[in-house]
């Protein structure tokens, strides 16, 4: 009976947004949003299909409209943004989305009797929410802070409460260990449980490639790998500093003279991660035919000096045809993907340094 209540109670006091502004632009729904959220703010700028505006508290935003009018189909982001304006920005979305799954937005399509028998409306509603939450779960940590603090108040909200779980478990992603579902509100907040992520030791190759001068041109790769996804931005998941990048090389053809080495190959990688001491999780990975050359230095040491890897889109097959010099027996060779899982590689790496080795690892 308090849920149904709780449910009652915000289908009243929630205002109704206007998802269909038919009377003006996407960028005036987009700002009727904002307004009708509590935010007074003041447009710098718009056209088509962006709003830029400037926030009450000193701050700054702009929504990409898309030329949509549903402000949960937009793309929203934020400047020195308060604690206090974030509150409201997400009462009101989240609100509407609470809308959104009690059948009272004004598409037709998302309300339950939308072709009931198919079940169609319904469906409609479940991925509506879970995109509306996508666009927003990257959000940075002070609006996490913001909604976890918001579910410490217990405000009955049952609605809002399960948006808000919902979202904040999405945003900590794979550190939400909670055994409650989100969808349960509060009392997923009252359950909260986070996972640690561990720092994995720097990888030998040798310790996953048996032939001796194979591991040392596949350290080059690591190492080169290393360095190519340095830059790429941590996830609030996944500290990039504590990931290891395993790489593997499938080679196709090999060319040696005295000084240049050139592996025709493809070059399998994949970033791995550990939580808890015994969580592990694949986070990202690849396998892309390349021509690599390696060069001896003063030491007579192989040191990678050149990577080709193939092209994106259209210039994939052409970029492999002209990297095998129009060889096309062996372009078929590099795009024949076997014996190309990293998997095996890291349990052995795993084993090694005394880890216990999981049946399989999640992706």
């Not at 592996?263 to 592990?280: H, K």
């Not at 349990?347 to 690892?361: C, K």
Request: aromatic share 10%; net charge negative.
């Amino acid at each position: 009976m308090k849920r149904f209540l709780s449910l009652f109670i915000l289908s009243i006091l929630l205002p109704v947004f206007t998802a269909s502004a038919s009377s003006g632009s996407s960028t005036d729904a987009a700002l009727q949003f904002l307004q009708q959220a509590g935010l007074a703010v003041t447009v710098a700028g718009t056209d088509e299909k962006e709003l830029r505006f400037a926030l009450p508290g000193g701050g700054s935003g702009r929504c990409y409209t898309y030329g949509l009018t549903t402000p949960y189909q937009m793309n929203w982001q934020f400047d020195s943004i308060t604690n206090e304006e974030m509150a409201l920005f997400l009462d009101g979305y989240l609100g509407l989305l609470a809308q959104v799954e009690q059948g009272l937005a004004t598409e037709e399509h998302l309300h339950p009797d939308y072709h009931k028998e198919e079940g169609l409306g319904q469906r409609n509603i479940e991925v509506t929410v879970s995109n509306a939450l996508l666009y927003i779960e990257n959000l940075e940590d002070p609006w996490l802070q913001v909604l976890l603090h918001q579910l410490s108040l217990h405000d009955e909200n049952d609605a809002l409460n399960s948006l808000r779980a919902r979202l904040a478990s999405r945003m900590l992603g794979k550190l939400d260990l909670t055994p409650v579902d989100p969808r349960e509100g509060c009392s997923w907040y009252d359950a909260l449980t986070l996972s640690v992520q561990d720092a994995l030791p720097p990888v030998d190759a040798a310790l996953y490639v048996d032939d001796p001068l194979l591991a040392q041109l596949t350290q080059e790769m690591i190492a080169w790998t290393d360095t190519r996804k340095a830059d790429w931005s941590s996830l609030r998941d996944v500290d990039k500093t504590k990931t290891r990048n395993i790489v593997k090389l499938t080679v196709r053809k090999t060319d040696e003279n005295q000084n240049t080495l050139t592996l025709w190959a493809i070059v399998s990688e994949s970033e791995y991660t550990l939580y808890d001491g015994s969580r592990y999780q694949s986070v990202s990975g690849s396998w892309v035919p390349h021509r690599l050359t390696y060069t001896k230095d003063d030491q007579g040491v192989w040191r990678l000096s050149e990577v080709i890897g193939a092209g994106d889109g259209t210039e994939y097959y052409p970029s492999i045809l002209s990297f095998c010099d129009g060889d096309e027996a062996l372009v078929a060779s590099l795009l024949a993907g076997d014996d190309t899982d990293t998997d095996p590689c890291f349990l052995r790496y795993l084993q090694h340094h005394g880890y216990p080795v999981p049946e399989e690892i999640p992706y």
